[in-house]
């Protein structure tokens, strides 16, 4: 009786050790659960349940082969694995639960729960002609499966290592490649953001941080509950952006949605969320106080607000920044005698400091190219995009000008139509001087320019 508790508290312990590794990488992950009562009973029980079973299975296969080349019984093993694996998750969360005094019965539910639904499973397993023993891997098959997995993903890991490699010395630091969001995402947020008027470097940070949770696999998996469990157990937080898709609708209408459309509903959704939250007047960027009180609403772990608020501040400072401050040039005679503040104030351009610019940025979306350039208007009283000629002859650019009042002045976000061959953006301050910022040339392999690339 020794060899099978032994086996199967073995089995818990390195189980218990995967989670915690896994936790490291992907601090949001659903295999350890146990600290996620609100997704068990509220948001989405039988993605957290799957989430449950599959390492469980697996280690369950595991232990039995070991057990079956020591010479132990299977199903004692998988009882044994089945008290240890519980202690081991739910019973340490139900002890911290009562060390907080808080949760407790939420803890007791969730694991009485869990507790019935692995018994029947492990009841399953080991009974007849459906036992485990007989239709595992002999250890010596098991044994050389693990090898090939470990060396297939190495070969991965490497060719993946050059890919990126190559690839980041192609667009340089502080490109939008570093947020590994697909181009098409891209646009489509700032498409929307535009239409809410909603901050889009805070969009993206979000964004940037549920997709790193969620690789494309884990939402063909989350696509597939949600469009083939019941409605009460349909996963409410899906899509690239994790928000709330689909009460109301039915069954046969949830078969037909495809990954593309869930991805861009919960954009939308996190758009219309964020409808107006916009820079404050006068500054340029939201302080990493206002960025974690403006997640808040979205998702309110301590974790995922350090997260977001650390991608939004690399956007702007740091080596990889893509925002970061960049040094502009006034063109020739262009500044006038005297000018008017906007407080009605005689100035002299001589008295004007040249304001300092973060770097702007350009992603397309359909006909359209959104250029994302947020400036003071205490600073600046015009900001003109000039669609660059493929032809050097000619002499007057087409030019869309923005004035200090309008909603992509206030927004940070210029929508312009995507032609020619990039474009140039230009301000003028309130001594009369246009400076000129930067050019941002469009390239055929991505919808996406910034200074860097």
């Known amino acids: 009786m020794i ?8 089995a818990a312990i390195a189980l218990k ?4 590794a896994a936790r490291v990488s992907w601090p949001d992950n659903y295999f350890d659960s146990s600290d996620r009562t609100k997704h068990w009973v509220v948001e989405a029980p039988l993605k957290v349940l799957v989430w449950r079973l599959v390492p469980f299975v697996l280690a369950a296969i595991f232990a039995v082969v070991v057990a079956r080349s020591l ?3 299977a199903s004692p093993v998988l009882w044994v694995f089945l008290g240890s694996h519980i202690a081991t998750t739910n019973l340490l969360a139900l002890i911290s639960a009562y060390s907080r005094s808080s949760g407790i019965l939420v803890q007791w539910a969730y694991l009485i729960g869990l507790s019935l639904v692995f018994a029947v499973v492990v ?3 080991g009974w007849g002609p459906w036992d485990l023993a007989g239709v595992a891997p002999e250890a010596e098959t098991l044994v050389q499966g693990v090898w090939t997995a470990v060396c297939v993903a190495v070969l991965f890991a490497v060719f993946k290592a050059m890919t990126l490699s190559r690839r980041s010395g192609d667009v340089g630091a502080g490109s939008l490649s570093s947020l590994k969001i697909d181009d098409f995402y891209m646009g489509y947020l700032a498409n929307c953001a535009f239409e809410r008027r909603a901050d889009l470097p805070l969009l993206l940070a979000i964004v940037a941080h549920e997709s790193s949770n969620r690789p494309r696999f884990v939402r063909h998996v989350e696509l597939f509950l949600f469009k083939h469990s019941f409605r009460k157990l349909t996963p409410q937080s899906v899509g690239i952006a994790q928000q709330e898709i689909g009460k109301g609708r039915s069954w046969r209408q949830r078969s037909r949605t495809r990954l593309n459309e869930l991805d861009c509903q919960s954009l939308e959704r996190l758009s219309e969320q964020f409808s107006g939250s916009v820079v404050p007047e006068g500054e340029v960027r939201f302080g990493a106080y206002q960025v974690k009180s403006l997640v808040n609403s979205h998702n309110k772990g301590s974790s995922n607000l350090v997260a977001v608020a650390r991608i939004y501040d690399d956007l702007f400072v740091g080596e990889s920044a893509v925002m970061t401050a960049i040094q502009t040039t006034a063109e020739d005679c262009s500044a006038v005698a005297e000018s008017v503040e906007p407080g009605g104030v005689s100035i002299s351009p001589n008295l004007v400091s040249a304001p300092e610019f973060n770097s ?6 359909g006909s359209y190219c959104y250029v994302q350039f947020k400036v003071s208007r205490f600073d600046v009283a015009k900001v003109d995009v000039s ?4 032809s050097a002859s000619r002499s007057r650019p087409v030019s869309h000008g923005f004035g200090s009042g309008s909603k992509e002045f206030k927004t940070g976000l210029f929508k312009v139509p995507a032609s020619g061959m990039g474009v140039k953006l230009i301000v003028t301050d309130y001594s009369g001087r246009r400076l000129q910022v930067a050019s941002l040339f469009f390239d055929a392999e991505r919808d996406f320019a910034s200074v860097f690339d």
């Open 17 to 20: 050790i995967v989670f915690l």
């Open 360 to 365: 702007p940025w350009v992603v397309r979306y």
């Open 71 to 73: 010479g132990a019984d």
């Open 123 to 125: 009841g399953v397993l």
């Open 387 to 390: 669609i660059i000629s493929s």
């Open 3 to 10: 060899l099978p508790v032994v086996v199967g508290t073995s």
